[in-house]
């Protein structure tokens, strides 16, 4: 079994960061990219951000580059969504998920395993 909690999700106003925080537990594997996703009401989970399996390499998505940054903590088991000039159109539900590939996927089916998410709310 493979855990993730995310935390660190919250009501912000346009403009402010946030630092989201996903905490991985249980059997883990040497060979794992990490990713974020986010899905809004009425919308398709769609990709944030990536980290390949070395941490060597990342990639965000458009939308939010610039703007967000992930990173990992190795020896706390740990990767980050920092978050920055925060938007409305930011608000969802951020998903961290764990891929058992070396390189980054975009794609949904490409994460095994997957946190139950936190909410983030930007207001005007």
């Known amino acids: 079994q493979v855990q993730l909690v995310e935390s660190g999700g919250g009501l912000v106003r346009a403009g402010d960061s946030l630092r989201l925080s996903c905490a991985v537990s249980g059997r883990t594997f040497s060979v794992s990219a990490m990713g974020w996703f986010r899905q809004a009401p009425g919308k398709e989970r769609e990709f944030v951000a990536g980290?390949?399996?070395?941490?060597?390499?990342?990639a965000h998505a458009g939308s939010v580059k610039g703007r967000f940054t992930i990173s990992r903590d190795n020896a706390k088991n740990t990767i980050y969504l920092q978050m920055n000039s925060l938007k409305p159109e930011d608000t969802a539900v951020y998903y961290c998920?764990?891929?058992?590939?070396?390189?980054?996927?975009?794609?949904?089916?490409?994460?095994?395993?997957w946190g139950q998410g936190t909410q983030v709310t930007v207001s005007s």
């Open positions: 980290l390949s399996w070395r941490g060597t390499i990342t």
């Open positions: 998920a764990r891929s058992d590939r070396v390189s980054i996927g975009t794609m949904r089916h490409e994460y095994d395993y």
